[in-house]
């Protein structure tokens, strides 16, 4: 397989996106530094970019350039013809690593992340939050649980894609890295370096920057913005009993495709 401009790093939300940018970007010399978010090209986004701006960045970008997304490679976010029409071929013409996460700890983490900054979901139960209808990527009205399987499945489908589990980032970093590298027909740093999830860029603490200072560095920080500390089989502090029965009504099925117990 040649080697593409675009790659597509597509994931449901919580689902390990940035972990996976970073490990790629941070470890091969073919990848851009910068990685581009291609919900931006829609104006509704909260922040975006212009159709032609964006264009122009991603030509100017040399190597390959990631492009992170999470909508579903049907495009539905994007409203308007020409934007929709570019998402579609990115999405189209481009290799995709999807990373999938365990569903029952994607909820936990998307519960957590919309509580940060929603104010009417400050006392929202987790138990309610996810029995509400997905309000994300302008889908069919469907159940949290229910989308996640619908979002997993459809993305699977998709051609030129290849499969990554979040879990596998956690236990087996470098065959990972290797397996996508693989993939994507690129090369890697001989000493692959790990990426500390839980330190945000713009939160390193000063001992960081001093090492920085004289040539001496930790492990890559993250460029998640705040990404939360649930480690995986976090859902048991969270999942009552028959919370557990009505996510596996709405996604068993998907869960136990991906071999998920």
């Not at 409203?79 to 029952?104: C, W």
Request: glycine letters at 4%; one cysteine or more; proline letters at 5%.
């Amino acid at each position: 397989m040649t080697q593409s401009k675009t790659i597509v790093i597509a994931t449901h939300r919580r689902s390990g996106t940035h972990w996976t940018i970073d490990a790629l970007r941070n470890n091969s010399p073919d990848i851009n530094p910068k990685f581009m978010t291609l919900e931006q090209t829609e104006p509704s986004h909260h922040q975006p970019i212009l159709l032609a701006k964006f264009q122009s960045e991603l030509e100017s970008l040399s190597g390959c350039v990631i492009l992170k997304v999470h909508d579903l490679p049907s495009a539905v976010y994007w409203q308007g013809k020409h934007e929709r029409e570019f998402a579609l071929a990115m999405i189209e013409n481009s290799p995709t690593i999807y990373v999938h996460r365990d569903g029952r700890d994607v909820m936990v983490s998307l519960y957590h992340y919309m509580k940060s900054f929603r104010e009417d979901f400050s006392d929202l139960s987790f138990s309610d939050f996810i029995r509400m209808d997905n309000e994300l990527d302008g889908e069919p009205v469907m159940s949290r649980p229910a989308y996640w399987a619908h979002h997993v499945e459809t993305w699977l489908k998709h051609p030129n894609t290849i499969s990554i589990a979040y879990e596998s980032l956690e236990t087996d970093y470098e065959a990972t890295i290797k397996k996508m590298a693989n993939f994507l027909n690129i090369k890697l740093n001989n000493t692959l370096q790990t990426v500390d999830l839980y330190r945000p860029k713009q939160n390193q603490p000063i001992t960081t920057r001093l090492l920085k200072k004289i040539g001496l560095r930790r492990g890559k920080v993250s460029t998640a913005v705040a990404p939360r500390k649930g480690k995986s089989g976090d859902w048991r502090n969270h999942f009552s009993e028959d919370d557990l029965g009505f996510f596996m009504i709405k996604a068993g099925d998907m869960m136990r495709q991906l071999g998920y117990k």
